[in-house]
């Protein structure tokens, strides 16, 4: 069973950036698909923003295309997201998922001071 940790989440300012990394175990990265990210803000749905493929293809969400990056590193078994240029609206709970194996991780929590 895959188990996923996220970490580096926190308070930035507006136009700051933070690093999100979600730590894979139990499967090697490399064996999963798809790998994403999803964020919640309190009072709203979850939704996707962004996703990235073992092959290396990218998709975001219009809400953050040009502002965040997805990556993994299977040699680290860790999914990353960068975040910049952030902005009051990205505050929120942000979790990694594996579609195929239907996993999701606890969740961290971004907030955003303006």
């Known amino acids: 069973q895959v188990h996923l940790v996220e970490s580096g989440g926190g308070m930035v300012q507006a136009g700051g950036s933070l690093r999100l990394s979600c730590a894979v175990s139990?499967?090697?990265?490399?064996?999963?698909?798809?790998m994403a990210w999803y964020r919640q803000a309190p009072g709203k749905r979850r939704e996707w923003v962004a996703s990235?493929?073992?092959?290396?293809?990218?998709n975001y969400a219009d809400s953050v295309k040009g502002r965040f990056t997805i990556s993994r590193n299977n040699a680290k078994n860790t999914v990353y997201l960068e975040m910049n240029s952030l902005k009051p609206e990205d505050a929120a709970d942000y979790s990694c998922?594996?579609?195929?194996?239907?996993?999701w991780g606890q969740g961290t929590q971004v907030t955003i001071s303006s």
């Open positions: 990235v493929t073992s092959g290396g293809s990218t």
């Open positions: 139990g499967f090697t990265l490399d064996t999963i698909w798809v």
């Open positions: 998922f594996a579609p195929q194996q239907n996993s």
